[in-house]
């Protein structure tokens, strides 16, 4: 049964940031895309970089390690459509809260 868990506040996740977030013992990217907030897991699919730490271009990320690059907003991969998507996790805003259904 998917729960809806409280990972960050809106202010500490500006618009064009992102930042590394834990529910349920998951580590997610969380990512404010000018205003909208979606979360993919952490751990890039190809070898496992944080995605949380790579750089993000309007709704896109790039993999600090290989260069990847992943739509945060369905999770897939651009580089080489198909072959690898992130998982991505539904996020609701409830007031400063920010919460994430896993
Ligand atoms: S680990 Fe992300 S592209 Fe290789």
């Given at each position: 049964m998917p729960a809806l868990i409280r990972v960050a506040n809106v202010?500490?996740?500006?618009?064009?940031?992102?930042?590394?977030?834990?529910?349920?013992?998951?580590?997610?990217?969380?990512f404010n895309?000018?205003?909208?907030?979606?979360?993919?897991?952490?751990a890039c699919p190809h070898q496992g970089a944080s995605l949380s730490e790579g750089e993000i271009r309007g709704c896109v990320v790039i993999c600090p390690w290989h260069g990847w690059e992943f739509d945060v907003t369905n999770g897939k991969l651009l580089t080489q459509p198909g072959i690898l998507n992130a998982v991505t996790y539904p996020v609701v805003v409830e007031g400063d809260a920010v919460l994430v259904e896993v």
């Open positions: 202010y500490d996740v500006p618009p064009g940031s992102s930042t590394l977030v834990e529910a349920d013992g998951q580590f997610l990217a969380l895309v000018g205003g909208t907030f979606y979360a993919i897991d952490d």
